[in-house]
């Protein structure tokens, strides 16, 4: 029964996994909207907006779904992400995750 069990919630999350597979390419294309604040490449140059290149890829997927279900509050934030499915969430989170993170001061 066990086995069972496992090979279920194996077999799910194997499925799950490949419908929600990143793309970061199709993520630069859905970053334009993000650009006029973390800038194109995720690197802000204002210290009001965050710099996204680099961060972690769950980081950024988990940040953007907190956005989206209301657990993390920023107006802003809140009617960018209103419309994202998950797919989006996750070429986004790819794309930003294999941005190289410049040090640059504000």
């Known amino acids: 029964m ?10 799910v999350l194997a499925v799950s996994a490949q419908v929600y597979a990143a793309d970061p390419t199709a ?9 006029a604040c973390h800038g194109e490449n995720g690197v802000s140059q204002v210290p009001d907006f965050p710099k996204l290149a680099g961060q972690y890829n ?3 997927a988990r940040t953007l779904n907190d956005y ?11 009617g960018q992400v209103a419309n994202l499915k998950q797919e ?4 986004l989170a790819a794309f930003y995750s ?6 640059t001061k504000y």
């Not at 993520?27 to 650009?35: L, M, Q, V």
């Not at 989206?68 to 809140?78: D, F, L, P, Q, V």
């Not at 989006?88 to 070429?91: M, T």
């Not at 294999?98 to 040090?103: N, S, Y």
């Open 88 to 91: 989006d969430i996750a070429d």
């Open 68 to 78: 989206k279900s209301g657990a993390r509050k920023n107006a802003i934030m809140a």
């Open 2 to 11: 066990i086995m069972k069990n496992f090979l279920l919630v194996a077999a």
């Open 27 to 35: 993520g630069k294309e859905k970053a334009k909207a993000c650009a």
């Open 58 to 60: 769950d980081y950024l």
């Open 98 to 103: 294999i941005q190289k993170a410049l040090a």
